[in-house]
DNA sequence: AAAAACCAGTTGCAACATGCCATCGGAATC
DNA sequence: GATTCCGATGGCATGTTGCAACTGGTTTTT
């Protein structure tokens, strides 16, 4: 029927399509970044990240995130070069993907205490603690009015700070 | 530290992590496969897929796939040729990770109906269906007994009648 | 006002990964 | 004894990734 759009796609099958969406090395990472880390600028995500993404590779990952709408980009009024990169409604929930992910890594794989503490405190929060960091989110990506009951620190700014807690308790080197 | 290890990623973070593991096009979609199709014989998962795996990177992938301890490989008893592959309880515990991504990837992809109406019974049956799920998945893969309160048709057995019933809804051509 | 630093990318190129098709030698089946 | 089935493998074209250098323009510093 719609062979136009489907020619595209290998199956209609829901892990499929997520898979040809968001299945390479690279673009989770980005999201990460956005979502945990706050970096809207594409200097940000080249420089501040883990990983060390090359800048081609960087520019073409925003580019399709932006076609497949999970991410938007948006002119920064400060600065007439710079291009504010905002998660989307459909980027915001992928929280429980990555809540997930990050639970499974962190029990499977070999990884670093200081950066496994977020995925625990995420696992341990459950879906009321992805509810409030997605209400968060909303209200940094998408300019929603904060809920009544908000107070205090976000959820990423919790998280941050047990990040930073722990580098600072296994020695500041580590940094 | 231990950089002979370290060397290998592009850094200790979970999301990282699991991205380098099954982050590329084929791995989840074999694993998937595996794990609710039933499928544990290379001809099976070569031929019996939506989506049209090449034999060389089917290959490929099930030996990284072995190599990461997400499944595992033994000789079939009844026919000397014949490999089976198993999940582990590594690769059991992506249930969860299937579960929210089939979620997402229904919510906001361009899904068919008949191969998205189990994405949907896992997501709304929620973590004790998974639960039950991967049991199931114990009893099938690591030969363990089945808890004594298990009866009836397992679930990946009611998810796949709530696709075929969805098929012969929707008219039988359809597939 | 000139120089330096910063901005979001782009280009060229080599290496690697993927996809398609044909094929393999051994084992089971007819 | 021929055919089919088995889990792969090899050749080859194409697509993707990674690195380094570079671009045109803007903002900040001197």
Known sequence: MNSKTDAAHRSGCPINLTVEVVGDKWSLIIVRDMMFGNRRHFRDLLTHSQEKIASNILADRLRRLVTEGIISKTDDPSHKQKAIYSLTEKGIELVPVFAMIGAWGSKWLPV??????????????????????????????LGKRPRPGAAGPGVRERLQAAYEEVLARNGPAAC
């Open 112 to 141: 670093s205490e200081e950066l496994s503490i977020r995925a625990r405190l995420l696992e341990e929060g459950g879906p009321p603690l992805w509810e409030e960091f997605m209400d968060d989110l909303r209200v940094a990506h």
